[in-house]
């Protein structure tokens, strides 16, 4: 199955078609697992994190390459190594084993096949929830691939208007293709549901990173959030730690950190629209809190 999917990829919007198995698409990837880091990650959302981390495993290569990308080094300079879908089952187990919270899958759109397998092949071993956390540009159809597999999603909301979507993201389409995965992502997951510490056991966390000199873009999304989607069926997480880095000073609109007035004007659309959510310390806007990434297994 995995193969037949590879061999004409269709995984995300972009549909390139490319045969993986002997060349690269869109995402920049073969059909071979590519992953940049694998460990605990203690920046999460509250309910995501809590005292033990998220397990995160970033997988190389995107097929969104937003201009301002904090993971560009593996979203867009292909840094990382590869790993079989064996050492991919083996690692959700070595997390788990370190104390994570949750298995954090971080871009991994076009992976999903092998992730999917990997899953089963460990089946119940895992005993925490998997996320599902991505740009938001998702194929309704490889949602589905996963099945019963991802109990939480966090997707991304970027933007609103198609100019700046292709501008930025080279997406005009974006916008409706990301709501109508999200819509996906809310039907399988479900409303938000906790355990008894506060952590979540699933449910849809939908993100906003405010950009700079583009808050009405960010009003307008959070109003058509709110006109789609009933006040308990996600949470919003708004995040402010947007840093100029990779191709963001090509564009002069993001060549500066956002404000606090930008910010709080986004935070205040939020809570008119009546979405509980999570609020992220305007000190986060620092390269300090970018992870470091590898091209050789450390672990």
């Known amino acids: 199955m995995t193969d037949q999917i590879m061999k004409h990829c269709t995984l995300c919007p972009r549909n390139c078609g ?12 073969t059909d071979r697992v590519r992953i940049a880091r694998a460990d605990l990650h203690m920046w999460e959302e509250p ?13 190389s290569g995107c097929s969104l390459k937003c201009c301002f990308c904090q993971n560009y080094e593996i979203t867009a300079m292909n840094k990382g190594f590869e790993i079989s879908v064996r050492e991919l089952a083996d690692t ?35 005993r925490i929830p998997v996320v599902y956390n991505c740009g938001g540009y998702e194929s309704t159809s490889t949602l589905k691939m996963l099945g019963d597999r991802v109990k939480i999603f966090l997707p991304d909301l970027k933007y609103f208007d198609s100019a700046i979507s292709r ?20 039907n399988i997951a479900g409303k938000p549901e906790f355990d008894e510490t506060g952590l979540m056991k699933s449910g849809v966390i939908v993100r906003h990173l405010v950009l700079p000199n583009h808050r009405h873009d960010s009003i307008r999304l959070m109003q058509e959030l709110g006109k789609a989607f009933g006040k308990d069926e996600l949470l919003v997480s708004i995040m402010s ?8 000073f090509e564009h002069q609109k993001l ?45």
Do not use: W
């Open 167 to 186: 501008e930025y993201s080279g997406a005009s389409d974006y916008f409706t293709v990301a709501m109508a995965a999200i819509r996906e992502m809310v």
């Open 47 to 59: 309910c995501l994190g809590g005292e033990g981390g998220s397990g995160t495993v970033f997988f």
């Open 92 to 126: 959700f187990l070595y997390l788990q084993h370190k104390g994570a919270q949750n298995i954090d899958l971080v871009s991994p759109t076009h992976f999903v096949p092998q992730i999917v397998d990997a899953l089963d092949m460990i089946g119940d071993e895992l």
């Open 18 to 29: 490319v045969d993986r198995t002997k060349n690269t698409g869109v995402c920049g990837q």
């Open 241 to 248: 730690q947007f840093v100029p880095v990779h191709k963001a």
């Open 255 to 299: 060549s500066r950190r956002t404000s606090t007035f930008e910010y709080k004007s986004v935070v205040d659309e939020v809570c008119r629209q009546g979405f509980d959510g999570f609020f992220q310390q305007r000190s986060s806007a620092s390269e300090e809190f970018i992870p470091a990434f590898y091209d050789k297994k450390y672990f």
